[in-house]
């Protein structure tokens, strides 16, 4: 990655965002919870926007 993506506060949050949803995720299937799913899903999808946006700024050049 280049400076001008890690400098794009939105894709930096959204990588942070998905992380931390990935673990609450795992935190939540360790303790039985049905929860764990959407957790899972809406990380995958953020994850995918926010590689799509540094993909889009680092073509920008």
């Known amino acids: 990655m280049n400076k001008k993506v890690l400098k794009d506060y939105t894709t930096v949050i959204g990588f942070i965002s998905a992380i931390?949803?990935?673990i609450a995720g795992i935190v939540s299937a360790a303790n039985d919870s049905q929860y764990w799913v959407?957790?899972?899903v809406v990380?995958?999808?953020?994850l995918l926007v926010s590689v799509r946006r540094a993909d889009r700024l680092?073509?920008?050049?």
Not at 43 to 46: K, M, N, P, R, S
């Open 20 to 22: 931390c949803l990935s």
């Open 38 to 40: 959407p957790f899972i």
């Open 43 to 46: 990380a995958f999808i953020l």
């Open 58 to 61: 680092f073509r920008e050049g």
